[in-house]
């Protein structure tokens, strides 16, 4: 059997050792368009930070793909896939004939399509090349404007003040993460932006950078103000990387839709990662959402069904993790209660720095958002929301003010 495997994160090399794990003799080609050895990309801004290493940022080591018996294509860009006569083709001329494929391609940056995006110091933060850039592009003692105000926006801007750099964030809606938090869990975060020495401007946006000399100089923004800048990071969202699918029928932006078995319209052509669009756990609808453990478990399903087990992934369980130095905040699951069978409840100890917010649908728990010592507990409300069991049907009181994960098996 020839396994084909567009992608080298999460999802990919997951499924690439499930493959292996279930097919000893297969053949496995794993193609990256970029020339590096596997890393994490969640931890891109904690290097930036210098929190960590360079070297820790590297998941694998110079001798995973032997050890996996993986065929390695790195550096290698796929410019399109033809479903029909199974194969795969690459800039550089080469075609791998494939009996499965994987497509783990992940996301791309978007960016808000305005004057003045190519000029020079105008970045994003998606891969270890943008890193680079960014890096080479930093003026000591200099200000960045940082556009977005999401998960990577707010830990790029913390990293950049940690290293000297005054940061300018912005923010088009009334508040950070309208579609995760609510206002009170949004003003705690808030709170733990300046205290970082981060200036926050809401209902705000670019309409321009402005540059001289083919350089960033300042950014317009929306209320008629000129602000001065050396350099600007897009954190505006993602898209699903698939231009290369054009011709198969499967370049979506928004994710290629798969099922719960992870494959796509195509009975050999599967997809796992950033670039799909699964069922979301709670409503069946397909939903994109990128998050590392999703990619995980993604790839794990694909990997067993395209060896020829069949396993089924139930769905996707959205969650966020936002860590600034003095905050820590975690939300899973459906967030916003539906009428009429909807409930919330909420817990707040401003002076511990602690918020619980709990949303119940129809006596079971869908969402929960966790503030400060709590959100270790994630874990444990996660699991009670994927087994969707009644609230009535536990052994505790989960909305009680002394509740503690330990009930649950007292």
């Not at 794993?30 to 020339?35: G, K, N, T």
């Not at 995973?64 to 550096?75: K, V």
């Not at 209320?223 to 231009?243: D, H, K, M």
């Amino acid at each position: 059997m020839r396994y084909v495997i567009i992608g080298a994160s999460a999802a990919g090399l997951t499924a690439a050792e499930t493959i292996r794990k279930w097919d000893p003799e297969g053949r496995i080609a794993v193609i990256s368009d970029e020339p590096h050895l596997p890393y994490s990309r969640p931890l891109l801004t904690y290097l930036l930070g210098k929190e960590i290493r360079p070297e820790q940022i590297f998941l694998k080591s110079g001798q995973y793909f032997e050890q996996w018996r993986l065929e390695a294509f790195l550096g290698k860009a796929v410019t399109r896939v033809d479903p029909e006569a199974r194969t795969v083709h690459l800039a550089d001329g080469q075609t791998l004939p494939y009996d499965r494929l994987l497509i783990a391609s992940g996301a791309e940056p978007r960016l808000p399509g305005i004057p003045g995006e190519d000029l020079d110091g105008v970045f994003t933060l998606r891969h270890l090349a943008d890193l680079q850039r960014l890096e080479a592009g930093l003026v000591p003692g200099g200000s960045v404007a940082v556009v977005g105000a999401g998960a990577v926006g707010l830990k790029v801007a913390e990293a950049l003040v940690h290293r000297g750099i005054k940061v300018h964030l912005f923010e088009r809606e009334a508040q950070p993460l309208t579609q995760v938090l609510d206002p009170v869990a949004a003003q705690l975060l808030q709170d733990a932006i300046k205290r970082r020495g981060i200036r926050l401007y809401l209902h705000s946006w670019p309409e321009a950078v402005l540059g001289k000399k083919g350089k960033v100089e300042a950014l317009a923004l929306n209320n008629n103000r000129v602000l001065p800048v050396q350099a600007v990071l897009f954190s505006v969202g993602v898209q699903a990387r698939t231009g290369f699918l054009a011709s198969a029928g499967l370049a979506d932006p928004g994710g290629i839709r798969v099922d719960h078995f992870m494959q796509t319209s195509y009975p050999d052509i599967y997809a796992a990662g950033d670039c799909t669009k699964p069922p979301h756990l709670i409503t069946g609808e397909p939903r994109a959402f990128h998050i590392w453990p999703a990619a995980v478990a993604q790839g794990e399903v694909a990997g067993a069904n395209m060896a020829g087990a069949r396993r089924r992934y139930e769905g996707l369980l959205p969650q966020n993790s936002i860590s600034l130095k003095d905050i820590k905040i975690i939300t899973g699951g459906h967030l916003k209660p539906d009428p009429p069978d909807g409930e919330v409840f909420c817990e707040l100890d401003r002076h511990r720095g602690h918020y619980r917010r709990l949303v119940l649908q129809n006596g079971r728990l869908v969402g929960v958002t966790l503030i400060g010592p709590r959100a270790a507990e994630a874990g444990i409300y996660f699991q009670l929301i994927a087994r969707k069991v009644p609230v009535k049907d536990l052994p505790t009181d989960i909305r009680a003010a002394d509740f503690h994960p330990g009930k649950l098996w007292a």
